[in-house]
């Protein structure tokens, strides 16, 4: 028997609507300020909140734009922090040892679903 998507889970995009090896930002509600941001790394992809653990700012200097130059971290455009793709961790900047906050996902038929109320 197929598993059904729950009732709390809502569809963000479909898994090649964020570019390979880069990063794409889901504004938040009007009103809010962080919305969360997904990143992908071939079939995988993670998704945390936009904020930095430092004091709390968009990650990305402008829209979709939250991957290092060489594309192996995730870079913090208030401070140069740099964090792990794989565990949110930040591994250089003001708030080394901190992680960024992961959102819950599941990818089913090449679609990204998210909590509903997941930063956004």
């Known amino acids: 028997m197929e598993k059904l998507i729950p009732d709390e889970m809502r569809a963000l995009c479909r898994v090649e609507d964020v570019p390979d090896g ?7 509600v009007p009103g809010g ?4 941001f997904a990143v992908r790394q071939g079939d995988v992809v993670r998704v ?4 930095c653990p430092h004091v709390g700012t968009p990650l990305d200097w402008t829209p ?5 130059r060489d594309g192996q971290h995730i870079i913090c455009a208030t401070h140069g922090a740099l964090f792990s793709t794989e565990t949110g961790e930040c591994t250089l900047g003001p708030c080394r040892g901190d992680f960024l906050d992961p959102v819950v996902t599941e990818i089913r038929d090449g679609v990204i679903y998210v909590p509903q109320d997941a930063g956004l």
């Open 22 to 28: 880069q990063g794409k930002g889901f504004p938040a």
């Open 33 to 36: 300020f962080t919305g969360i």
């Open 48 to 51: 945390w909140v936009n904020s």
């Open 64 to 68: 979709d734009r939250f991957m290092s």
